[in-house]
């Protein structure tokens, strides 16, 4: 089966069925998107990340190299978005939206099967997807709160926001009892794997609800500026960067694919969660899952050339 046609099976149609599915149940019965969000935000979210991150075999020194890979690739992107952002003229919410629409992308549901088809199963390449995974889910819950609420609220009430975000403490305790070797009781474990698995399919869900409710009238140039930030520039500077650092191999075609996965999910949940622009967030999200098919498929083709 050739990349196209798996990733085209196992990711995209998946991802885009649970997608509809959300999208005609909100037609049926006008569900309340902010009960969902808050379902994914405060137990599925925490709950798959500890799960990962406990039960992940991380190396510190691999887990270094991934941390200041991802440093610089965040802030090389979000400098380039910040010039877009300038040259088009953003203002209000609209400036946290477009930013994060580029800056959060799927590294979870998408990019860890992803991860194993390209790499058959290698637990090096996995490692390296956990670790960004991880800053992913991060970031998005303390930076991302930031951004969507900076323009509408004092800073104390924002950081108060962000305190309440499951995942920052979900993180560290996840390490640590990774660490120390310290088990996890049956029972809470049989819970955690429940809730985890219930995941994509509710964020998912969400995403369709959140495009089911919503007018289409789509913002096609911003969208579309999105999409490309976010699947074309964004695996070219990951190239650059993996190139610059001199690192080859296994890790450096790892890292390069982690840089080239659609919008995720976080982005509209933040919208929603906090009224920033959903419409945009969705549509982006969705636009570019699709549109990923194609700009993944050429970002994979093109790792046999990397030494």
């Given amino acids: 089966m050739s990349y196209f046609t798996y990733i085209l099976l196992n990711n995209v149609v998946p991802l885009s069925l649970l997608i509809g599915l959300g999208v005609i149940l909100q037609r049926a019965f006008k569900l309340d998107i902010k009960t969902l969000s808050k379902l ?7 709950c798959i990340m500890f799960q990962m991150l406990y039960g992940s075999a991380l190396s510190y020194t691999v887990m270094f190299q991934v941390l200041l890979f991802f440093f610089v690739f965040f802030f090389g992107m979000a400098a ?27 590294s979870a549901n998408y990019a860890i099967p992803l991860n194993q088809l390209v790499f058959v199963g290698d637990p090096f390449t996995l490692s390296i997807q956990i670790i960004i995974m ?33 995942v920052i ?18 029972s809470v474990n049989i819970a955690i794997d429940y809730v985890a698995k219930g995941f994509i399919a509710t964020a998912l869900t969400t995403l369709g609800v959140q495009l089911g409710s919503m007018k ?46 659609p919008t995720s999910l976080s982005s509209v949940l933040l919208a929603v969660e906090f009224d920033n622009e959903p419409e945009f967030s969705s549509q982006a999200v969705f636009s570019s899952t699709v549109f990923s098919i194609f700009t993944v498929t050429f970002v994979i083709y093109l790792l046999q050339f990397v030494n």
Wanted: hydrophobic share 50%; charged share 10%.
């Fill in 216 to 261: 289409w009238s789509f913002k096609l140039k911003d969208v579309a500026i999105s999409n490309v930030l976010r699947l074309c520039v964004g695996p070219l500077l990951g190239f650059a960067i993996v190139m610059a650092f001199g690192w080859h191999g296994d890790m450096a075609k790892a890292l390069i694919l982690s840089c080239a996965v």
């Fill in 40 to 46: 994914n935000f405060y137990l599925f979210s925490p």
């Fill in 80 to 106: 380039i978005v910040e010039i877009v952002i300038r040259l088009r003229g953003y203002t209000g919410g609209m400036r946290p939206a477009m930013r994060n629409s580029v800056l959060f992308y799927n």
């Fill in 169 to 186: 403490y979900v993180i560290p305790i996840a390490l640590i009892m990774r660490g120390f070797h310290i088990p996890v009781p049956h």
């Fill in 134 to 166: 991880m800053m992913q889910s991060l970031i998005p819950n303390t930076y991302g709160v930031y951004a969507v609420n900076a323009h509408k609220q004092q800073l104390k009430d924002t950081l108060r926001t962000i305190a309440t975000m499951p």
